[in-house]
């Protein structure tokens, strides 16, 4: 193979994974949440399967620089995307519900590999001048990962196995990929000494810029469509505010990943972090008007997750190797507790004014902004 062609092949899979990792977690936790309850489980039950995955994420996070160190990139990234499959596919085939909570817990741990390597490797890859270039485009195929999960379900429905089998397949399409001996795979040594607590530590903006990720992300996933209806939108209409801000999410990462790289990065993230609370408090002015309130959502979409698109920039020009490793594995498990936070967060604010859901995420933006202007030495 020729040399240019080698970075790309090794580019295509690193992208191919993000996208895995994406997929995986957009079909299957509504998927699975809908099926609980269809089998008579309470919202309590649902919510503790659903904690599972969390769990997951919180027992790989500190192994992980290790078991690379031990076993390599390549083998770990192949192993979580066959275990990946594997569980997916074996939901509808378990006949005791009990058994889907040790299901969810490996989904957590395979998810939790597949979001850290991949993002490590992109990282690998880069060289400084177009490092937000590159994470631009990872960030892009990770959303684009998230939008193809409620596609699935949209076109196979939610009822039986062919939701499962259907996602478990193009898991399996990225192995090949993966596998193959013409990527080059990174290789980083030795297991670094530091723990998850000394990370923490090195790198609080970053786990700060992940956990508001995760938070609103989640908290607008699971309410927006619902927020849109409470303001006079119709159930056909509210879920395309979702898709307008996923398409902004992907359609403006390549230009901030542009500015990333010719200007300050940490002002570009408090410039982005700025836009992103101001335009939340925009909501509620344009949900009357419907061109108002589609631009609104795509342009909003596009700065919010510039945030973490930037950041991801930052982690990856300061650290290298295993410590990489291990920042972002503790990005990994601060996405779990953001994941976590954030519905429930949104709910509760949801429950007080019929516009909580705005209110929440501006505040979320503002918050994470002031952080960032307090943390200047970082």
């Known amino acids: 193979m020729s040399a240019p062609a080698a970075p790309l092949l090794a580019r295509a899979a690193v992208i191919a994974t993000a996208a895995i990792f ?19 489980l309470g919202e309590t039950a649902i919510g503790l399967n659903a904690a599972m ?10 192994l992980l620089p290790h078991l690379v160190a031990r076993f390599g990139t390549r083998r770990m990234v192949v192993g979580a995307l066959l275990l990946s499959a594997v569980v997916v596919a ?17 989904l957590g741990c395979a998810s939790e590999t597949l979001f850290v390597l991949s993002e490590t490797w992109i990282n690998h890859l880069s060289a ?35 939701p499962y089998w259907i996602g478990a397949a193009l898991v ?32 609080p903006i970053a786990i700060a810029a992940t956990m508001l990720n995760a938070a609103v992300e989640t908290a607008g996933m699971s309410f927006l469509a619902l927020y849109a209806m409470g303001v006079g939108w119709t ?11 996923m398409v902004g999410a992907i359609a403006l990462q390549l230009p901030i990943g542009w500015l990333g790289d010719r200007m300050d990065r940490r002002k570009l993230v408090l410039a982005l972090g700025v836009v992103s609370a101001l335009g939340a408090l925009v909501w509620p002015l344009v949900m009357g008007h419907v061109v ?14 510039g945030i973490y698109t930037i950041m991801l920039t930052l982690v990856g020009s300061r650290f ?50 002031v952080f960032l202007m307090m943390r200047r030495g970082d």
């Open 22 to 40: 994406g997929l995986t977690y957009s079909l299957t936790a509504p998927l699975i949440a809908l099926d609980l309850a269809e089998r008579g």
């Open 53 to 62: 995955h969390a769990v997951g994420v919180l027992l790989t996070a500190p």
């Open 90 to 106: 074996l939901f509808p085939a378990m006949p005791l519900i009990w058994l889907w909570f040790p299901l969810r817990l490996l």
């Open 128 to 162: 400084e001048e177009s490092r937000a270039r590159a994470m631009a485009t990872y960030t892009v195929a990770l959303s684009a990962g998230f939008a193809v999960g409620p596609l699935i379900l949209s076109v196979a429905g939610t009822d039986g196995g062919l």
């Open 172 to 203: 399996l399409c990225a192995v090949p990929l993966v596998a193959t001996e013409r990527v080059a795979a990174p290789h980083f040594g030795e297991a670094p000494k530091a723990g998850p607590m000394s990370y923490l530590r090195l790198a």
């Open 235 to 245: 159930e056909a209409e509210a879920p395309r505010l979702i898709t307008a801000l």
């Open 292 to 305: 108002l309130a589609y631009a609104t959502l795509f342009i909003w979409g596009g700065a919010f997750v």
């Open 320 to 369: 290298q190797g295993t410590d990489l490793v291990g920042i972002y594995a503790v990005m990994g498990l601060a996405w779990g507790v953001g994941a976590l936070l954030g519905p429930a967060s949104a709910g509760l604010a949801m429950g007080i004014t019929t516009h909580g859901l705005p209110i929440f995420a501006a505040l979320a933006c503002a918050g994470f902004c």
